[in-house]
């Protein structure tokens, strides 16, 4: 059974950080894995998928890397603003199964 | 301008209540969902539809009942509120069904069962 962790649970960080989520899953076999952004009170926003065949995928200052074969997955934000702050989910698509959430992080960037 | 919207955004009923939460579309895509996110924030899919037809349903009781008019929408109809109902609810669609495209999601809808 597929299960999605992310770390940490929370995170602060003053303007202009760079930063680091991490996601890991326990079953390697994946198709692809999603990152999405939560913002409170509204949906969840779609930031980036990679195909289980691709080892990043950037847009912006985003950037986040897959390695299938550690079940571990990273978002990296460049210079991070206020507006980024959210919860960051990810999720993997194991093909048996629909899409397996993680918990999400909590992001605070202080201005 | 929404891609997909949902109604209510806050809902609060009384235990052993019938209620319903609306979901449309407008992304021309074939396959919506329906998510529970609950208190411990844990986001689960609970149904699946592709051109108004199920084809997931993740042992959800039956006291849930989605009902898809056209593939633009997918309602969702809950008998019997109880208080473990309560959570956030939210909407997707995507093209196709086979989860090997994007998602996208609605605002969410905030049911509360006292």
């Known amino acids: 059974k597929q299960e999605v962790t992310q770390i940490p649970a929370a995170l602060s960080v003053p303007e202009g950080e760079n930063l680091v989520l991490n996601c890991s899953f326990t079953d390697s076999a994946i198709y692809n894995l999603q990152w999405f952004r939560q913002d409170p009170g509204k949906g969840l926003t779609s930031l980036l998928l990679i195909q289980s065949s691709q080892r990043e995928q950037t847009s912006g200052r985003l950037n986040a890397s897959l390695d299938k074969s550690s079940g571990r997955s990273t978002l990296y934000i460049a210079a991070s603003q206020p507006g980024d702050s959210a919860t960051y989910l990810c999720a993997v698509f194991s093909g048996n199964t629909p899409l397996v959430f993680g918990k999400g992080t909590r992001l605070s960037v202080i201005a | 301008d929404t891609a997909v919207s949902q109604t209510p955004k806050y809902l609060v009923t009384q235990m052993g209540n019938d209620k319903s939460i609306k979901c449309e579309q407008n992304l021309g895509h074939d396959t919506m969902y329906w998510y529970k996110q609950d208190s411990k924030k844990f986001l689960k899919i609970m149904f699946s539809?592709?051109?108004?037809?199920?084809?997931i349903n993740e042992t959800v009781p039956n006291r849930f009942s989605p009902k898809s008019p056209d593939k633009a929408h997918l309602n969702l109809h809950i008998n019997s509120l109880e208080l473990g109902d309560s959570a956030v609810y939210f909407c997707?669609?995507?093209?196709?069904?086979?989860?090997?495209?994007?998602?996208?999601f609605g605002p969410g809808t905030r049911l509360t069962v006292l």
């Open positions: 997707a669609s995507s093209p196709r069904p086979e989860f090997t495209d994007t998602q996208y």
């Open positions: 539809y592709n051109n108004k037809e199920l084809i």
